[in-house]
């Protein structure tokens, strides 16, 4: 039997959808899709896709995703995503990726921290034996993560309130990942409509689902901002995010 292919790459063109706000370039959720889709496809070919999993009780569920981008990719730009899993422990796996501009240059670094649900309990559990192997140390880490943790936001006021569709649920039921990031720029305060995005750190918490009342905060951090969704009358916390950004360049 021939050993997996533990490093994987994906083509893809940046559609008109995959923009929207900062004029012809792709948004942070069109990135977070993209890199979602490209894990997906890899897990397909090793046998572990969400699809896979969900046939023995367990779910993926994403922790953490920390992305460094040099510039957003162009609409119509043909850009190249490169992953691998790069390390585990007992409980969570790493998922690196780098992406490559159609100049063949290094636009965007990201790592990703992954976990398993067991569908049964809904509880958090040990990664299951047949994901052993699974992994490839050899690459370097597309980037070092900036902290141990994102630090938390402590929400004041009544934040921007947010209406959970049923359009934005993923295959396991719950809220898909790449929204979350969406719903925390959605309390930016208007100055940073000036700005450019140089990286996202974010910690997925909890899960959301259909008919959860979300709200978005943002507050000052050094050198951006920080984020916090929370759902609920007792605003439970169940993501929390930290941004970068720099004046455009010319500028």
Request: glycine content about 8%; proline content about 7%; hydrophobic content about 45%.
């Amino acid at each position: 039997m021939n050993a997996p292919r533990l490093i994987h790459e994906e083509h893809f063109r940046v559609r008109v959808y995959h923009t929207g706000g900062g004029g012809p370039l792709a948004n942070l959720p069109a990135l977070f899709d993209l890199l979602q889709e490209s894990a997906g496809l890899h897990a397909g070919t090793l046998h572990v896709s969400a699809p896979d999993l969900l046939r023995q009780g367990y779910a993926w569920v994403l922790s953490r995703l920390c992305l460094r981008l040099a510039r957003f990719p162009a609409l119509g730009e043909r850009i190249l995503v490169r992953t691998w899993p790069h390390m585990r422990d007992q409980y969570a796996t790493r998922r690196d990726f780098l992406i490559f501009g159609e100049d063949g240059g290094e636009i965007v670094q990201a790592a990703s921290s992954w976990v398993v649900l067991d569908l049964a309990t809904r509880k958090l559990t040990a990664l299951p034996p047949f994901l052993d192997g699974l992994w490839d140390t050899t690459p370097a880490p597309a980037l070092d993560l900036p902290s141990k943790t994102v630090p938390r936001l402590k929400p004041g006021g009544a934040g921007t309130a947010i209406l959970v569709r049923r359009a934005d649920l993923d295959i396991n039921g719950h809220v898909n990942n790449a929204r979350f990031p969406e719903w925390c720029l959605e309390s930016l305060p208007e100055e940073a409509l000036d700005l450019t995005l140089t990286q996202a750190d974010i910690a997925f918490r909890a899960e959301c689902r259909l008919g959860d009342a979300v709200a978005s905060h943002t507050g000052p951090a050094e050198g951006g901002w920080l984020h916090t969704l929370t759902k609920g009358p007792e605003a439970a916390e169940f993501c929390r995010m930290r941004t970068w950004w720099a004046a455009p360049a010319g500028r």
